[in-house]
């Protein structure tokens, strides 16, 4: 990995500290990181969630896009989950993660890409995005 995405990962996992962050080098300087255990509730039926993503070794300057959630992911109301949701992918894509350090399980994925990404402007992080998405996440 490269150094910016072991920094990267080392914040995410002193925010999500007593969570388990599993972690998987891909073939390139990046990582894919699963969150397990972040809280949910409502609007949704399941209490908690992973959360997935893949770090490139761009980090800090390429986003952090997309997210990826459990697969069984439902509302309270029984409503469908809305727009930028949908099922039936895989985290981590098969061949990404280098080896069996993170195998792949099926998921929910949450399209939130950063469009309006300025080069000199403040850098997001991939915690500060991940937040962000999760925050989006629970106001659907």
């Known amino acids: 990995m490269t150094p910016d995405v072991q920094d990267a ?26 969150v397990e255990g972040v809280g949910l509730g409502a609007p949704y039926a399941q209490p908690d969630s992973w959360i997935g993503f893949h770090i490139t070794h761009a980090c800090p300057y390429a986003d952090v896009y997309p997210h990826f959630v459990r697969h069984d992911l439902s509302r309270i109301d029984k409503n469908a989950l809305g727009e930028a949701i949908s099922p039936g992918h895989n985290f981590p894509q098969p061949g990404v993660v280098v080896g069996d350090a993170l195998p792949s399980r099926p998921a929910i994925q949450l399209s939130r890409r950063a469009n309006k990404r300025e080069p ?21």
Do not use: Y
Not at 9 to 24: C, M, P, S, W
Not at 121 to 140: A, F, G, I, N, Y
């Open 9 to 34: 990962i080392d914040e995410i996992k002193q925010h999500f500290r007593g969570l388990n962050v599993l972690v998987g080098p891909d073939k390139d300087g990046g990582a894919c990181v699963i």
């Open 120 to 140: 000199n402007s403040d850098l997001e992080t991939p915690l500060l995005k991940t937040l962000k998405v999760l925050r989006w996440l629970m106001s659907r």
